[in-house]
């Protein structure tokens, strides 16, 4: 009796470890994203482990912990107190190529700290993991790269000095968008884009639902199988909007509101995803709002955000519908006197009539003279709001919210 007690024992034991290794074996010790829909065909795709193997990352990549999604909330953020703008550290992010000329930075912006990203050229300082989903790879980089050694403000940017990214008042000009930018007033709401004008991206910009090809469009199609892998937990939206093109300014605080792990998970599925660089990016340019507001539309009346962020304040909405008037009436007589010029060196020709020359003589004068009147009316209005928006108290009323003597902002 006492004799088959070690045997029953043995017995035990042995089957024991036989369930556990088998279990082992059929259990994977590391998640991953699973089944995913991605790409225009619509076909299932089972993405790697996002950790994977160190040595299958590019050298100059860290190696950090399973990055996880995680249910996206609204920032918890405090509103700074107002200082002086020189007393805020700033950092301006840049991705560039190789081929861009980026010397009106140091130029035009001396003492900006600047992080420049070469896009292109996996040898320089400063290099993205993968040349992908445009700018997006490069911001992300630099928010999990200096995630504990933050300044105030960091200033996301695209490398070319005039686009029609940046804002028409400042000449399209991003140098003076900066050197305007309020430093309190990023502080206060923590995320700025740094676009005012609508157009192309607000009110209602991507709709999820809507299948159909679009050529300006083409994120649009994808764009519901995308947020169920950005965001989970999250509900989809009917549509996001902002105004684009992913260009934006954040506080350190709404940066620090969201963990370094999550910005990690992010930049992982833009290295993971089948889509094209250009349509991953595409995505990008209207999540951001969504990633540092939580609000799926982010889309902030163009003159309160001229007045607020950058210190040009017409007086309400009506006197700056009145510039912006004035803007197309400039326009369009700059388009009518373009065609006088060209029915000119044609009435030029053999054979036309003096009297088609006198004509046109006499209606190019007519159009120069509205013109001078319009810029003249353009440049005094422009004057007085520059000058309206030095004073943060009409600044203040001008955008509807409460301000208190020394507020400075």
Known sequence: MYAKKPMQFFFMVTIIILVAFFYNL??????SLGPQTGGFEDTMINFPSLNGPVASRPAHVKHHQQPVPQKARAATFVPGIPNPWSNYSRTMVIPRMQEDDIAWISKELPGLDVSVHVADDPQASLHPPKNKGHEVMIYLTY?????????????????HRWTHHNNGFFGFDASQMIRALSGPHVMRVG???????????CPEWLRPSRMEDSLGKQEERVLAQCWRELFPFDSLPSFLAQPCCAQFALSKDRILSIPRSQYIFYRDWIMRTPLSDYISGRIWEYSWQYIFTHNAAHCPAEHICYCDAFGVCFGGEVPYSQYVQLLGRKTKIGEELNLLDHHRRVDQAPNNSSSDLTQTSETETSLQVQLTQVEAELKTRKQEALQRGADPQRRAEDCGRPWRDGDGF
């Open 26 to 31: 059929a259990v994977p010790t590391e998640p």
């Open 191 to 201: 995320y700025v884009n740094m676009r005012c004008h609508w157009n192309p991206g």
């Open 143 to 159: 928010l999990i790269d200096h995630y504990d050694r933050l300044p105030d403000i960091v200033l996301f940017m695209h490398a």
